[in-house]
C-alpha cells in the first residue's frame, strides 16, 4: 500500500481512496473530423508502455474526486511527483537521466520522493 | 421562463418522511457506555458548487458563515455547518425545513454567477459518535488517521469507511459525525454496533418518520 500525496487535499491518503486512469497529456486532435482515421485510432487506443518514468492520470475517487497527474517509475513503483491538471510534470526521464548522471560525478540530487510507502 | 428549477421537499401538504434507520430498535449494553450513537435524521443537506471567489461574500452574506477554503474543513455556526468537501464543493447542513428557503436565497444572491446548488437531502443521513471511545470505534473502521491530535475538532474528511464510504468530521472533543449515504445507512449502522460493542455502545433510534411541512410560510414569502 503505499500514501499518495493529493494536490487538491493537500495531504497523503491511503492508495484504497485512489484510482489510476491510465496515460496523461493525451491530447485531444483539435478538429476530429479534419483529422485522419490512424491519428485518430492513436488516439483512442494507442497507449505508451515505458520502463521507467511515466505520467499517469488518477483520480482521489473516494476524497476530493478530483483527477490529477501522478509520475511514476514503473520499474520500482515509486512516485516520483503529483501535480494539478493543467500542470506540466517537473521530474521526465529526461530529468531522471540528468539527476543520475549528477549523482554519478558525485553531485547531490535534489529530486524528492513523494511516494512513501507504508 | 424561471432561470432555476425550485423543488421544494418539504410541501405545504404534509407528506411522511421515513428514515433509512427506521427499522432500528434502540440497543444498549446495559452496563456503563464509552461510546452513543444516535442518527440526526430529516436534516436539510444542500451541495454547493461554484469558484470560491464567487461563492464566498454570498455564503457570508446569506448562511452567516466564512466559506471554508482550506482543505478537510468545516465550519460551525447557527444556520448549520458547512463543510469543504473538494475546492469547489461545499456540504452545507441545516435544520429540517430550512433548506428550500437557503437555496432560493443563495440563488437570488448568486444571479448569473456560474454555480450549482443541489439538494440532496434525501439522499444521505448523519450519525453522531459520541463519547470517550468514540474515536476508538473509528479506528477500527476507517483508514484515515483519526487519532485525535491530527484531526483537530473542526476537521472533516471523504474516506472509506467499513466497505463503504462516508464524510468522517470531528464536531466536538469526544463528538464525531458521520455522513453516509442513505443506500450504506443500514450497513455502517450495523457495523457500528458490532465495532462499538466491545464499549457498550448506546443506540438510541431517532424519530423513524415525520409528517414533513413547510416551516414556516411567512419565511417562503421573504425571499420569494
Ligand atoms: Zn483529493
Same mark, same amino acid.
Given at each position: ?104 560525478? @558525485? ?12 | ?30 452496563? @456503563? ?102 474515536? /476508538? ?73 415525520? /409528517? ?13
Amino acid at each position: 500500500m503505499f500514501h499518495i500525496y493529493c494536490p487538491y487535499c493537500a495531504e497523503y491518503r491511503e492508495e484504497e481512496e485512489f484510482h489510476p486512469k491510465g496515460q496523461a497529456h493525451i491530447a485531444r486532435p483539435a478538429d476530429p473530423t479534419a483529422t485522419s482515421d490512424d491519428t485518430w485510432g492513436e488516439y483512442l487506443f494507442f497507449r505508451d508502455n515505458p520502463r521507467g518514468v511515466h505520467h499517469e492520470l488518477w483520480v482521489h475517487a473516494v476524497g476530493c474526486r478530483k483527477f490529477f497527474n501522478i509520475t511514476r517509475d514503473t520499474r520500482s513503483y515509486a512516485i516520483l511527483e503529483t501535480y494539478r491538471m493543467g500542470d506540466q510534470p517537473s521530474v521526465t526521464a529526461e530529468s531522471m537521466i540528468l539527476a543520475e548522471r549528477d549523482a554519478e560525478c @558525485g553531485v547531490t540530487s535534489t529530486a524528492t520522493m513523494q511516494g512513501v510507502p507504508s | 421562463m424561471p432561470r432555476f428549477a425550485y423543488f421544494d421537499p418539504h410541501p405545504a401538504q404534509a407528506v411522511t418522511t421515513q428514515s433509512p434507520l427506521h427499522h432500528f430498535v434502540a440497543s444498549a449494553s446495559g452496563e @456503563g457506555s464509552a461510546v452513543a450513537l444516535r442518527e440526526h435524521a430529516f436534516l436539510d443537506h444542500l451541495i454547493l458548487r461554484g469558484e470560491p471567489a464567487v461563492m464566498i461574500d454570498v455564503v457570508q452574506s446569506v448562511l452567516g458563515l466564512t466559506l471554508p477554503t482550506e482543505p478537510q474543513t468545516l465550519v460551525l455556526g447557527d444556520a448549520g455547518s458547512l463543510q469543504w468537501l473538494s475546492p469547489d464543493e461545499w456540504l452545507l447542513i441545516v435544520a429540517a425545513g430550512d433548506g428550500f428557503r437557503l437555496q432560493r436565497a443563495l440563488c437570488e444572491a448568486l444571479g448569473k454567477s456560474h454555480f450549482s446548488i443541489v439538494d440532496v437531502s434525501g439522499g444521505q443521513t448523519v450519525l453522531e459518535l459520541h463519547g470517550e471511545c468514540a474515536v /476508538a470505534v473509528l479506528m477500527k473502521s476507517t483508514v484515515y488517521d483519526v487519532d485525535p491530535g491530527r484531526f483537530p475538532v473542526g476537521k472533516g474528511v471523504t474516506s472509506v469507511f467499513a466497505k463503504a464510504t462516508a464524510v468522517i468530521r470531528r464536531v466536538g472533543e469526544e463528538r464525531w459525525e458521520l455522513i453516509v449515504r442513505r443506500s450504506f445507512a443500514d450497513y455502517c449502522l450495523r457495523w457500528l454496533l458490532d465495532a462499538g460493542e466491545e464499549y457498550g455502545i448506546d443506540y438510541q433510534p431517532a424519530k423513524a418518520r415525520v /409528517a414533513s411541512a413547510r416551516k414556516s410560510a411567512s419565511n417562503m414569502e421573504a425571499v420569494s
